[in-house]
């Protein structure tokens, strides 16, 4: 994978600058982990103006910090020179434009099991509290990752980083809210139910009538019928008696 | 260049560092270091391998590109003197690899003959004029001082030229034959550079041509640090020229340039210094060719 870091700075000459006769960008760049840092060295020959039979030399050195993205492994990185070309502004200030390659970096294998992990759970409804919490604690690590984006001479890999960024945290929000309306159904039919039933099973006997069977468990005609059709009861017949609560 | 990336992408190149110099981009890459320049000299390079002539760093870019990339040549230190012996010798080595004779008709060759007869009778007038204004002029500056001093030397070889031309045209109008070269036309010092090797670049003005083109501007540049007779005795054993042509050649380095005085007293005395240096070697040959003729 390729990511292009562009920088733009503004560089003020130690006189006026007429003509740029040679300029050359040399770097220092150099990979340590996560970070690479160094300095780009601007250095060549101007005129006071176009004019002028002398040359003057010229040489600045920036520093320069780059911040990549911990879900990018960084074994392979090599960083070069992409793009680099200058303008003269206003006779005093240099303005150069610079645009450096970070490339052959590659996703961390477990970053991309994360993610598939997400989007199975994602359709599944049986998602569980573990999973939730999982997901929410990646979505907690890319963001403090965006916020560590500098804005000076330190920058954040590119735009197409926020973009992966994006695209993952996205499902998780849809999972987050989907994995919400099923607890809440669940505590609902917890809290709402103040007491609950045990049922015992009755078989109807030669000598039985529903007088007896109401006399006997002591319930009322009405509660046995929600439970039973007592008007097709015959010997043998089974029916649910309700317990009130022991 | 707006196609570095173009560039990156079809050569695989991972660019460490790069560097604007005069019209050319010189790019630090993981796979070598290389010289990229808007001007494609493909044919020409095409044209000079098939001549046999290979002194020149390979271009790694195709015939259609618009552009070129060749490899950057690590030049080693060479003194000026060494310098100048060898922009000679390679430049004898292209013209003879490269030389071929085209077939004039006399209406041509009547023209050459006259422009350089129109040449000499204006250049004549003109420091005739100059002389009489600077003899006329109160307090002359060091310029003047130099140029008047040095007058007859212009006139010697200015006469030179009216006479022998005549010569050289009276020879060649039974021959019709005239060498024409493929003439480097850039021959600036800085444009020979020598490791292992030698290698010539800036091919941009190449074109086939008469030889003296060549010659006269390493001449003049170098004449310092060249013994002129030695040189040319060498490059007319090297490519095999006819007394005629041998003519041909020394009219031509020995046409003077009209010299004209700026405001830049300074910067006049330089160039004027420089170049009547080069005209007394030149005399010197043509004093020697004329006791030659002479004899004869």
Request: aromatic share 12%; charged share 30%.
């Amino acid at each position: 994978m390729k990511k292009i870091v562009p920088f733009v700075k503004d560089l003020n000459g130690k006189s006026n600058i007429g003509e740029i006769t040679s300029i050359a960008l040399d770097h220092t760049l150099k990979l340590n982990g996560q970070f690479v840092s160094g300095e780009f060295i601007i250095s060549g020959t101007y005129k006071m103006t176009s004019q002028s039979e002398t040359e003057e030399n010229f040489d600045y050195k920036i520093p320069v910090d780059i911040t990549i993205d911990a879900k990018y492994d960084t074994k392979n990185c090599t960083i070069s020179i992409d793009d680099f070309t200058y303008e003269i502004i206003n006779e005093e200030i240099l303005r150069v434009n610079i645009s450096v390659i970070l490339d052959d970096l590659d996703i961390k294998i477990d970053e991309i099991e994360t993610i598939e992990v997400e989007s199975i759970d994602r359709n599944d409804f049986d998602s569980n509290e573990d999973n939730r919490h999982e997901s929410k604690k990646e979505v907690n690590e890319i963001s403090d990752n965006l916020n560590n984006k500098s804005i000076n001479d330190s920058k954040f890999i590119d735009n197409s980083v926020n973009n992966i960024s994006v695209n993952i945290d996205t499902p998780n929000n849809e999972n987050k809210d989907e994995s919400n309306d099923l607890e809440i159904d669940l505590f609902n039919n917890l809290n709402d139910e103040k007491e609950y039933s045990i049922y015992s099973v009755y078989t109807v006997g030669e000598n039985d009538t529903v007088e007896l069977i109401l006399d006997k468990f002591n319930i009322t005609r009405e509660i046995l019928a929600d439970y039973n059709d007592l008007d097709n009861l015959t010997v043998g017949s089974k029916i649910i008696i309700p317990s009130v609560d022991e | 260049m707006n196609n570095l990336k173009e560039l990156s992408n079809k050569y695989t190149f991972k660019v460490n560092k790069i560097e604007y110099k005069n019209k050319v981009i010189i790019i630090d890459t993981n796979t070598g270091k290389y010289v990229y320049k808007d001007n494609n000299n493909y044919k020409t390079y095409e044209y000079l391998m098939k001549r046999g002539f290979s002194y020149f760093p390979k271009p790694i870019n195709s015939e259609d590109t618009p552009y070129e990339i060749v490899p950057f040549i690590n030049e080693q230190d060479v003194d000026r003197e060494q310098k100048a012996n060898d922009l000679i010798n390679i430049v004898s080595f292209l013209h003879q690899k490269t030389f071929s004779f085209k077939e004039m008709d006399l209406d041509e060759l009547k023209k050459m003959y006259e422009k350089m007869q129109d040449d000499a009778n204006y250049l004549m007038s003109y420091y005739s004029d100059i002389n009489e204004i600077i003899d006329n002029t109160t307090f002359m500056s060091p310029a003047m001082y130099l140029l008047v001093r040095n007058i007859d030397l212009f006139y010697y070889l200015i006469t030179f030229i009216k006479i022998e031309s005549t010569t050289w045209y009276n020879e060649i109008k039974n021959k019709k034959n005239i060498r024409y070269v493929m003439l480097h036309n850039n021959l600036d010092s800085s444009h020979l550079l020598e490791n292992n090797s030698s290698y010539l670049i800036s091919w941009d003005k190449a074109h086939i041509g008469l030889s003296y083109i060549d010659l006269r501007k390493i001449l003049e540049d170098n004449y310092y640090y060249l013994d002129i007779e030695d040189v040319l005795e060498d490059y007319v054993k090297n490519n095999k020229l006819s007394s005629n042509e041998q003519l041909f050649l020394l009219l031509n380095l020995a046409m003077v340039k009209k010299f004209e005085l700026s405001n830049d007293v300074y910067l006049d005395c330089y160039k004027l210094n420089n170049y009547i240096g080069y005209l007394r070697k030149i005399a010197l040959i043509v004093q020697k060719y004329d006791k030659k003729v002479n004899k004869n």
